[in-house]
């Protein structure tokens, strides 16, 4: 039994299996939407801010 899902990008219903590449997104345009916006900051994870200087040494 399959399991449907929805794509986290366009909510389209997918078939979780393992003849999807793009899993969990149901296409490649779906995942490079998804990844442009964690490199752009629209997503990002919470927490407290980093202290750049505790990261970089060379400050």
């Given at each position: 039994?399959?399991?449907?899902?929805?794509?986290?990008?366009?909510?389209?219903?997918?078939?979780w299996s393992?003849?999807?590449?793009?899993?969990?997104?149901?296409?490649?345009?779906?995942?490079?939407?998804?990844?442009?916006?964690?490199?752009?900051?629209?997503?990002?994870?919470?927490?407290?801010?980093?202290?750049?200087?505790?990261?970089?040494?060379?400050?």
């Amino acid at each position: 039994m399959l399991s449907v899902v929805a794509c986290p990008a366009c909510k389209r219903p997918l078939e979780w299996s393992a003849q999807n590449p793009w899993r969990p997104f149901c296409s490649e345009r779906c995942k490079l939407v998804d990844l442009g916006a964690w490199l752009t900051e629209a997503h990002a994870i919470p927490g407290e801010p980093v202290d750049e200087r505790a990261v970089d040494p060379k400050t």
